[in-house]
Nanobody
Framework: QLQLVESGGGLVQSGGSLTLSCEAP????????IGWFRQATGKEREGLSC????????VYADSVKGRFTITKNNAKNAAYLQIDNLKPDDAAVYYC???????????????????WGRGTQVTVSS
């Protein structure tokens, strides 16, 4: 069973940057597309970005374009989400998810994914 582990969250000042990592210890992510999501307290889970298994095609939610960058490094068996110019509204638990299937139209939907991590908390101080 594929298990995903997110890391890199923490407390960051508004305007700062952060890079979140998504790994799968003991499991090869080569054939998996990765999605990043976040969920703030009292809100629904929001799709942020997704990347095809080979790191070729990427999709971003309109709300994060220009500030978020997704990458997948198959040599390191990991995926990353870089967040620049952090804002207080970015505070949330961030999750990565994996699936063998790719659809640029569907990959921002939580229901598209079979495997999920437990999340990493991002807190932004103003």
């Amino acid at each position: 069973q594929l298990q995903l582990v997110e890391s890199g969250g923490g407390l960051v000042q508004s305007g700062g940057s952060l890079t979140l990592s998504c790994e799968a210890p003991g499991f090869n992510l080569y054939d998996y597309a990765i999605g990043w999501f976040r969920q703030a307290t009292g809100k629904e889970r929001e799709g942020l970005s997704c990347v095809q298994a080979n790191d070729f095609s990427k999709v971003y939610a309109d709300s994060v374009k220009g500030r978020f960058t997704i990458t997948k490094n198959n040599a390191k068996n990991a995926a990353y989400l870089q967040i620049d110019n952090l804002k207080p509204d970015d505070a949330a638990v961030y999750y990565c998810a994996a699936t063998r299937f790719w659809s640029s139209e569907a990959c921002l939907r939580p229901s598209w994914y079979e495997y999920w991590g437990r999340g990493t908390q991002v807190t932004v101080s103003s």
